[in-house]
């Protein structure tokens, strides 16, 4: 047997990081479909898992990697997927399935251009309102964005412990250039916790599958062929598990899938907080963006001005107290994305006019250049003052 | 709080009578939502008789199902039971057999589940000889979403979106199955309560990718636009057209108005599985 964790200091960009992740917290069954720039992760899990007593398997498609990931999470595995754009937007029926019937598993999306086909090698932040209205109906998400190689490591090992705590297929939003980066990652097993699967607490016959906690989340989860005889379905269900088509359950059951997260939201929602204490412009932003907008935070710093940088870690449930506290004592804030404006309307929804919100649009293939960060960082101050 | 389930109508006459297979089913979740007159009945009963006599419980295997009338099957048996996405049970079926391959996994659902929107998954678990039996009730028609002609409607026939009557080929599934390489291929009607039986404990006991095709009436929809007329009137049109060939080239046992019904085992012939081949290809080199 292979090592699960590989303690150490290595070179690698950020897709096989994501692999490295996965095989770190446990994964053991990945199912995918090749896709630029995704396959990295692809190509590296299927040395790894072998060599951990894992399974991979290539699909024959987006929609069924998920579906095998879905089953293999009922058949107790740890299971991920990995892909981009066209095959994020395949996915959207049965992603609808894993968060209807509660089943953790992880769903990794190396973001590039879009729409359709669009930038296949190039960078894009758009699928973002995607990750979080995508499926049809009301649900809520949880997503991650790593903003470097080292970080996608630590991220997707987080999405596989939040998707055990919430129950729910957690998304890694990466992006094309973080996921071909190449930096240092150091991998430590002593700072990796990792969240096991609970188990039911009673027996068959008294456990219900859908009997949430005080944190309304279900309280265990039964694998296939361990005597709890689950039926789960898509389909609106009762505690047991049991469709039932009426309002009454209706509301019951999707107010829940809502509020185990909204409800949890101060467990879940993580932040990084840069030259923030004194600032009068703060920059909003994740993922590789972020790493632009450090240069263009620099840059006006250098100049005497004084800007911070707030970066969403976790973007779905998105940090509305943090932003709205903030915006109470800052001139304004600016939102650089790679895209025409996506999560700069969950900003502008929160800070609800109480400050300036600059959008720093870029419709994909390439980073920000930091100057142009900077220009609207001082078309606020100028607007403000 | 879970809601309460419908009360049973219970006649007078009938209210010592148990369902023999009880112990397979979820009681508190009948009467199905099934027309009087449809095969899925018949179908469901034949896998409890047919797990009854292997002697199989729900610490052996589990069951997978699409979405349609034969979706629900899921939905009724005591099992482990996972009701999923149109098209996508084989697909999640997958998943589950690669997670707990010491068990096995039945995929029961329709044709157009399995063959229309799920056809690539068919064709794609069929060939990579995945650890599961796929059971297709066979009606010739979407059922549920109300009579729809689908990849298995006979030309000819009509449905609610072939108002002139279907002029798509449609899928011999046998030939399918066999050609993309399932190592158990079988079909019969759902008047032949017994092979039907068999035949499914047959394919569940093969290892690797076995299927049975179910040829089934449904009098609400397809035999009702089709003049067949009510259920017992289709069965006893395959009373009156069905021929058995075991063995057969299944190419020759396509279906079509005018046409007999071929019925039997066409293909029984054992092939490593993925897991097998995983196991001795990729995972022996990493044993070092
Ligand atoms: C993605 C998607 N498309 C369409 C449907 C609507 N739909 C539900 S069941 C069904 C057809 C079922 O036909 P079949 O598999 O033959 O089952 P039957 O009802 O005949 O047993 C369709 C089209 C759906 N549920 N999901
Ligand atoms: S619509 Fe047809 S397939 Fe569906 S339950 Fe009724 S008879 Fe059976
Ligand atoms: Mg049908």
Redesign the interface.
Known sequence: MGKRILAGTHFMNGDEACAEGAVAAGCSLFAGYPITPQSEIAERISVRLPQVGGVFIQMEDEISSLAAVLGGAWGGAKAMTATSGPGFSLMMENLGLGLMTETPCVLINIQRGGPSTGLPTLVGQGDMMQARWGSHGDYAVIALCPSSPQESFELTVDAFNLAEIYRLPVLVMSDEVVGHMYERVDIDPDKIKIVERKKPSLPPGEFLLYKPGPNLVPEGMPSFGDGYKVHVTGLTHDERGYPIIDAATQHQNVVRLRDKIYKNIDDIVRVEETATEDADVVIVTYGISARTSLGALNMARDKGLKVGMLRLITVWPFPEAIVKAMAQRVAGFVVPEINLGQIVLEVDRVVRGDTIVRSVPHAGGDIHDPRVILEAIEEVLAHAS | ???KSRALPTPDLLTDVRHPMEKYL?M??LPHIWCSGCGLGTALSCFTYALDELGLT??DL?V?SGIGCTGRA??YL????????HG?A???????????P??KVVVISGDGDLFAIGG??FI?AARRNINMTVLCVNNFNYGMTGGQFGPTTPIGQKGTTAPYGNFENPFNLPYLAASSGAVYVARWTSLDARRVKEAMMEAIQRPGFSFVEIISPCPTNYGRRNRIGDGLDELRYYQENTVIRHGSDPKHADLGPGKEITVGCFVDEPRPT??EL?NEL??K???F
Not at chain 2, 78 to 85: G, K, R
Not at chain 2, 93 to 99: E, I, K, N, P, S
């Open positions: 709080m879970p809601a979820r508190d979740r729900d610490a589990g997978v899921a939905g005591n099992l482990d039971s996972y009701h999923t996405t996508r084989i697909a999640f079926a997958t998943g589950l057999a690669l997670a707990r010491e068990k690539n998954h794609h993925y897991l995983y990729v995972v080199k990493n044993q």
